[in-house]
Structure formats: C-alpha cells, structure tokens
Antibody, heavy 121, light 110 residues
Framework: QVQLVESGGSLVTPGGSLRLSCAAS????????MTWIRQAPGKGLEWISY????????YYADSMKGRLTISRDNAKNWVHLQMNTLRAEDTAMYFC??????????????WGQGTMVTVSS | QSALTQPASVSGSPGQSITISCTGS?????????VSWYQQHPDKAPKLMIF???NRPSGVSDRFSGSKSGNTASLTISGLQAEDEADYYC??????????FGGGTKLTVL
C-alpha cells in the first residue's frame, strides 16, 4: 500500500525539542524528494522543509531556518524532522509529503495523515 | 517568502462553475510554471488536484482545471458538486527551491 505515516508529535514546553518521523511504504522511496508542511489550527498550509532524493541537499523556510534539520534514511524508508527551540507559534499539524516525480516543483502527490505538535507550558 | 493571495471564500450552486484566484509576484507565480492546487476536506490531508499550472494527476476529475496569466493563477471547477465543498490551496515554486502557499479559499456549495 502506497502511504506515508507520521509519528513523533506531542505536547512540548517552549524551548524544547522534538523529532518527527515519517515512514514511507509501497513505492521506491529513494527516487523521491520529500518535504514537511505544517498547518496551525484553523490556518493555512505552510511549507517548511525539503530534502532531495539522495539526502544530499536540504532546504528550509525562513520562518524556521536554524531550528530545523531534515534527514532521511533511504535504506529504511524514513524521513525525519528535528525541531529545536520550539515556540508557541510552532503549534501545528505537521504533514510529511512526497514531491511528484518529473520535476514538478511544489507538486506534492502523496501526503501522510499528519502528526500534531503542541508547544505550551 | 510572502504567502500567495487567495480569496477567503467563494460559493456556487450545484452545476455552476467557480474560479479561485491565486496572486503572487514576478518571483514566484509569474516566474515559473510550477503552480499547484490542493483540495482539503475537514480533518483530512490535502489532495493534489492540479500541478504545473494546468495538469491533472491521474484520477482527478476533468471538472477541475488550472490556468495562469502573469502573476495570477486560477483554479476553475465546473459542474459544481456537493463533494467539492472544501478548502483549496495554491502553491508556487520560488527561487532556491522554496515553496510558498496561498492562504486558502473556503468553497461553499450552496
């Protein structure tokens, strides 16, 4: 079954850290760029990070640059997002998504169900 | 990385057509043919409906179409159906592999 399943979301205090994970299955994971997108409660989508298929290049949104590290394990079909120095405004559902093949930049054709991160004291 | 501008809401009756606009700048929408559109039902993950301005993924109804003129992209839904009621988001590729989303549009089918 072609799917992405996120995990790792939880309640964390301001200034804390969290590592989100996304397990991929049913497709050739190492062929795809992967990305993380978040959605604050009642708000819109916000792209936050990208990693190339080989894991050699990573990109980050300015809003979280310096506090994020994206990584992947192509042998085990995982992509991870390490988030540090979390703030209340980072409270959101975090989605893992696959970028469509063929160079369609910004086209994410497979999404996970999301994992919720709540930053609160 | 300013968000793209979408109307907060649009509405239409069953069978009608509606268009949702997505306005960016010469650094994103106007610069690249990499605009995508997503449909999101409540408490669900987004679904890709249009990619590269006007292409539909396999399985997406041909009632959905996309276009672009200058710095503004548009999503048109023809023959509105009740199940089309959802939030719709556009996004665009920008320089340096950055992606920016629109603020979202709530579609109500009357």
């Amino acid at each position: 079954q072609v799917q992405l399943v996120e995990s790792g979301g939880s309640l964390v205090t301001p200034g804390g850290s969290l590592r989100l994970s996304c397990a991929a299955s049913g497709f050739n994971f190492s062929d795809y760029y992967m990305t993380w997108i978040r959605q604050a409660p009642g708000k819109g989508l916000e792209w936050i990070s990208y990693i190339t298929s080989t894991g050699g290049i990573m990109y980050y949104a300015d809003s979280m640059k310096g506090r994020l590290t994206i990584s992947r394990d192509n042998a085990k079909n995982w992509v991870h997002l390490q988030m540090n120095t979390l703030r209340a405004e980072d409270t959101a559902m975090y989605f893992c998504a696959r970028r469509r093949q063929g160079g369609s930049r910004g086209a994410f054709d497979l999404w996970g169900q999301g994992t919720m991160v709540t930053v609160s004291s | 990385q300013s968000a793209l501008t979408q109307p907060a809401s649009v509405s239409g009756s069953p069978g009608q057509s509606i268009t949702i606009s997505c306005t960016g700048s010469s650094s994103d929408v106007g610069a690249y043919n990499y605009v995508s559109w997503y449909q999101q039902h409540p408490d669900k993950a987004p679904k890709l409906m249009i990619f590269d301005v006007n292409n539909r993924p396999s399985g997406v109804s041909d009632r959905f179409s996309g276009s672009k003129s200058g710095n503004t992209a548009s999503l048109t839904i023809s023959g509105l159906q009740a199940e089309d009621e959802a939030d719709y988001y556009c996004n665009s590729y920008t320089k340096n592999n950055i992606v920016v989303f629109g603020g979202g549009t709530k579609l109500t089918v009357l």
